[in-house]
C-alpha cells in the first residue's frame, strides 16, 4: 500500500518483516499481494509512538 502525501511512499510485509520503500509509492501499481520481488535493503529501527520494531528500509526493489 502506499503512505505519505500523495501516495509518495511504499509499504509492505516482506517474509512477516515490515518495509518501507521511500519515493517508490508508484511501485505498488506494478506490484499484487504474492509477488516474488528482489529487494536491496538496511535493517532499521521505526519508533513510532513510543513503540520500537523493526524494519526493512528498501534501497531498490525489482519485480521477478
Known amino acids: 500500500r502506499t503512505v505519505g502525501q500523495d501516495g509518495k511512499h511504499l509499504k ?3 517474509r512477516s518483516l515490515a518495509a ?4 517508490r509509492g508508484k ?3 506494478q506490484l499484487t499481494v504474492g509477488d516474488q520481488i528482489r ?6 529501527l521505526d519508533t513510532y509512538n ?3 520494531k523493526l ?3 528498501i534501497k531498490d ?3 521477478n
Do not use: D, E, M
Open 61 to 63: 526493489i525489482w519485480n
Open 12 to 14: 509492505l510485509v516482506v
Open 55 to 57: 524494519q526493512l528500509k
Open 20 to 23: 518501507i520503500a521511500f519515493n
Open 50 to 52: 513510543g513503540n520500537h
Open 27 to 29: 511501485t505498488a501499481r
Open 39 to 44: 529487494i536491496a535493503y538496511s535493517i532499521t
